[in-house]
């Protein structure tokens, strides 16, 4: 069974995408049974170019990425979440939706790389993806088909701080 993970920021535009990317890419590598989704409270409804650009350059496929809200998944039909994400601060202190299934959540907050001189943002970019991707990696390496939501939750909380 597929274990879907719902990773947020506010404006789904660059953190959670990276993240959504990442981890999609990462499970496809590793024959893993996870599916990443991202959405936003307040979507920009655009991804950062920068992002899409870090991303093409790692060779990362992002076809179908888009900035969405979270609305979409609470919403009939939406897969249940196991895991929920959040990965900016902003979007870790919104009161989030009630998720079906009352998914384990984990803050792994990351600057902004947006916030970066336009002269830096595509290192900004580069230097969060590989970060972000090195989370997703420790995630995939946890056996969380068999893992209690206790154990799981443990778990992904020492992986942010490692």
Same mark, same amino acid.
């Not at 979270?70 to 919104?94: K, Y």
């Not at 939706?97 to 970019?125: C, I, T």
């Given at each position: 069974?597929?274990?879907?993970?719902?990773?947020?920021?506010?404006?789904?535009?660059?953190? @959670?995408?990276?993240?959504?990317?990442? #981890?999609?890419?990462?499970?496809?590598?590793?024959?893993?049974?996870?599916?990443?989704?991202?959405?936003?409270?307040?979507? @920009?409804?655009?991804?950062?170019?920068?992002?899409?650009?870090?991303l093409a350059a790692?060779?990362?496929?992002?076809?179908?990425?888009?900035?969405?809200?979270?609305?979409?998944?609470?919403? =009939?039909?939406? =897969?249940?979440?196991?895991?929920?994400?959040?990965?900016?601060?902003s979007a870790a202190?919104?009161?989030?939706?009630?998720?079906?299934?009352?998914?384990?959540?984990?803050?792994?907050?990351?600057?902004?790389?947006?916030?970066?001189?336009? +002269?830096?943002?595509?290192?900004?970019?580069?230097?969060?993806?590989?970060?972000?991707?090195?989370?997703?990696?420790?995630?995939?390496? #946890?056996?969380?088909?068999?893992?209690? +939501?206790?154990?799981?939750?443990?778990?992904l909380v020492g992986?942010?701080?490692?």
């Amino acid at each position: 069974m597929t274990t879907h993970v719902l990773i947020l920021c506010t404006h789904n535009s660059a953190r @959670s995408v990276l993240s959504e990317c990442m #981890l999609n890419h990462w499970a496809r590598q590793l024959g893993r049974d996870v599916q990443a989704h991202s959405a936003g409270s307040t979507p @920009s409804g655009r991804i950062n170019p920068h992002a899409l650009q870090a991303l093409a350059a790692a060779g990362i496929d992002t076809a179908g990425t888009r900035s969405k809200s979270w609305d979409e998944f609470v919403a =009939p039909g939406a =897969p249940q979440m196991r895991i929920v994400i959040t990965v900016c601060d902003s979007a870790a202190a919104e009161a989030c939706p009630w998720w079906p299934g009352s998914p384990v959540q984990v803050h792994w907050g990351y600057p902004d790389p947006s916030n970066a001189a336009e +002269d830096q943002k595509a290192q900004a970019f580069e230097l969060t993806r590989q970060a972000i991707g090195y989370r997703m990696l420790q995630l995939l390496a #946890l056996p969380v088909e068999t893992m209690s +939501d206790a154990e799981l939750q443990a778990a992904l909380v020492g992986a942010y701080r490692n």
